[in-house]
């Protein structure tokens, strides 16, 4: 059984820093991807950022990049986003989820079939 949990969300001012852990168990394949998405009250699931397991292929959706990096420890089966520079419009509920397979890049939420149950993020302004 696949099971994905989050951790590491909370409350924080605007210029600050949050890191989201994601530990992921129960897969046994070579390579998956991992990936970090949110969603907004009102809003749609957007992909964040996602990594793949092997290689550490990284990708960034437009609104975070340069602020926030994606990492994996896979001796501990967890992924990490550090998020710097928090913006009130980067408050949302965020999700990490797993794709069984390798990366596919833009970080499409349709891939991915295995989703913990999400960490608020809120930033204030």
Known sequence: ??????????????????????????????????????????????????????????YYGASVEGRFTISSDNAENTVYLQMNSLKPEDTAVYYCAVDGDPLQRPCNRLRYEYWGQGTQVTVSS
């Not at 949050?18 to 699931?45: H, M, N, T």
């Open 1 to 58: 059984e696949v099971q994905v949990v989050e951790s590491g969300g909370g409350l924080v001012q605007t210029g600050g820093s949050l890191r989201l852990s994601c530990v992921a168990s129960g897969l046994f394949v070579d390579d998956y991807s991992i990936g970090w998405f949110r969603q907004a009250p009102g809003k749609e699931r957007e992909g964040v950022s996602c990594i793949s397991r092997r290689d550490n292929i990284t």
